[in-house]
């Protein structure tokens, strides 16, 4: 099971942290992500860091402006968003990759319920 | 980047009816093409991976094809339960890892 939490409205030019708890497996064998989708329109991915968080990617769209990190000891993965636009609303995702201990599997097989995060002034 | 381009936009059938969605890459992505779900007011859920292998607990009506540039999702005998979008992704050159703007699957 995957929690995310800490979204809500926010102005433009601020910052916000989503956390994503995780439940019912092992969370520092798998690669996780966050996924976004603006209301009404499709799936953007935003953000991958390995199981050992050592190592992560972003979306052109969020590079400089976001940080992925996690804490394998809480089972949490964690994505700052700093410099928020209004283009940044969205519903946000968590989402564990399919393979164990793999570094780039974007298979996405458990998503969390998704936290709104609004941006607007 | 690579554009995944899923045709059609809608799909209008019946219960009972096979359905046919398209998934198109701007360049090839081997077989590295997954398959989601996604319902309103829900999160995706993931169907197929690897262009035809069925994620755990995918119904057998489902299956998927193709590979290079040109993609299929085909499910047989429409379930009401699958009147849904379906959103195709690429795997095979990243970052990113790319979604299509999906197909919506309606009621006829």
């Known amino acids: 099971q995957l929690l995310e939490s800490g979204g809500g409205l926010v102005q433009p030019g601020g910052s916000l942290r989503l956390s994503c708890a995780a439940s019912?497996?092992?969370?520092?064998?798998?690669?996780m992500n966050w996924v976004r989708q603006a209301p009404g329109k499709g799936l953007e991915w935003v953000s991958v860091?390995?199981?050992?968080?050592?190592?992560?990617y972003y979306a052109d769209s969020v590079k400089g402006r976001f940080t992925i990190s996690r804490d394998n000891s809480k089972n949490t993965v964690y994505l700052q968003m700093n410099s928020l636009r209004a283009e940044d609303t969205a519903v946000y995702y968590c989402?564990?990759?399919?393979?164990?201990?793999?570094?780039?599997?974007?298979?996405?097989?458990?998503w969390g319920q998704g936290a709104l995060v609004t941006v607007s002034s | 980047e690579i554009v995944l381009t899923q045709s059609p936009a809608t799909l209008s059938l019946s219960p009972g009816e096979s359905a046919t969605l398209s998934c198109r890459a701007s360049?090839?992505?081997?077989?590295?093409l997954v398959w989601y779900q996604q319902k309103p007011g829900q999160a995706p859920r993931l169907l197929i991976y690897?262009?035809?292998n069925r994620a755990t607990g995918t119904p057998a009506r489902f299956s998927g094809s193709g590979s290079g540039t040109d993609f299929t999702l085909t499910i047989s005998s429409l379930e009401p339960e699958d009147f849904a979008v379906y959103y195709c992704?690429?795997?095979?050159?990243?970052?990113?890892?790319?979604f299509g703007q999906g197909t919506r699957l309606e009621i006829k």
């Open positions: 860091i390995n199981d050992g968080g050592g190592l992560s």
């Open positions: 019912g497996f092992t969370f520092s064998s798998y690669a």
């Open positions: 690897d262009a035809t």
């Open positions: 360049e090839s992505v081997s077989s590295y």
């Open positions: 989402a564990k990759d399919l393979a164990e201990n793999v570094w780039g599997s974007f298979r996405f097989d458990y």
């Open positions: 992704q690429q795997r095979g050159n990243w970052p990113p890892p790319t």
